[in-house]
């Protein structure tokens, strides 16, 4: 059975830093393009960046862009993403996602950790 | 910066019809944005229904159904049940990058 645990949130102040990890189990991570969305309180969904499944094509939301970074290690079945410079505005739930197929996104979902951005 | 439209809200009874769409700030919406739906539930974790236009997970119900209806995406739900209430996501591909529309709630009464 396919599993998606993502961990390392938390409280961060404004301007600090966090690295979220998503671990996989039940499944060849390697073969997969993977996501990372956030759900800001009561809001709706944002994606905010794929790497595709050997890391060698990353794509961000220019929301994000120049201060997150994602990375996945597939020795160790886990994808991450680099929080840089965070604001309160990226306080959310963040989701890791698994790809079906090429260009079929999405289609398995970690249960979220949360980040809350607050001084 | 590229926006996603959907509806927010829309009301269907027991048993009805209703169609969501989703439109591109950019134009038309075509095949080559790979069209998604996901629904949601109150504190639950998005669930995928629909990817590329109008193909189904193994897991969505038949009375799902996915289509491009005047240059946008359509999601319709036929003999809609009560545990249809959600809300819905359309997703698309801008080449390397997707984005989410902001949702729809979908009502049953």
């Known amino acids: 059975q396919v599993q998606l645990v993502e961990s390392g949130g938390g409280v961060v102040q404004p301007g600090g830093s966090l690295r979220l990890s998503c671990a996989a189990s039940g499944v060849t991570f390697s073969g997969y393009g993977m996501h990372w969305v956030r759900q800001a309180p009561d809001k709706g969904l944002e994606w905010v960046a794929f790497i595709r499944y050997d890391g060698s094509n990353k794509y961000y939301a220019d929301s994000v862009k120049g201060r997150f970074t994602i990375s996945r290690d597939n020795s160790r079945n886990t994808l991450y993403l680099q929080m840089n410079s965070l604001r309160a505005e990226d306080t959310a739930v963040y989701y890791c996602a698994k790809d079906l197929l090429v260009l079929v996104p999405a289609a398995m979902w970690g249960q979220g950790t949360l980040v809350t951005v607050s001084s | 910066q590229t926006v996603v439209t959907q509806e927010p809200s829309l009301t269907v009874s027991p048993g009805g019809t209703v169609t969501l769409t989703c439109a591109s700030s950019?134009?038309?919406?075509?095949?080559?944005?790979?069209p998604n739906w996901f629904l949601q539930k109150p504190g639950q974790v998005p669930r995928a229904l629909i990817y590329s236009t109008s193909n189904k997970h193994s897991w969505t119900p038949a009375r799902f159904s996915g289509s491009l209806l005047g240059g946008k995406a359509a999601l319709t739900l036929s003999d809609v049940q009560p545990e249809d209430e959600a809300e819905y996501y359309c997703l698309l591909y801008y080449g390397g990058a997707w984005v989410f529309g902001g949702g729809t709630k979908l009502t049953v009464l």
């Open positions: 950019t134009g038309a919406v075509t095949s080559g944005h790979y």
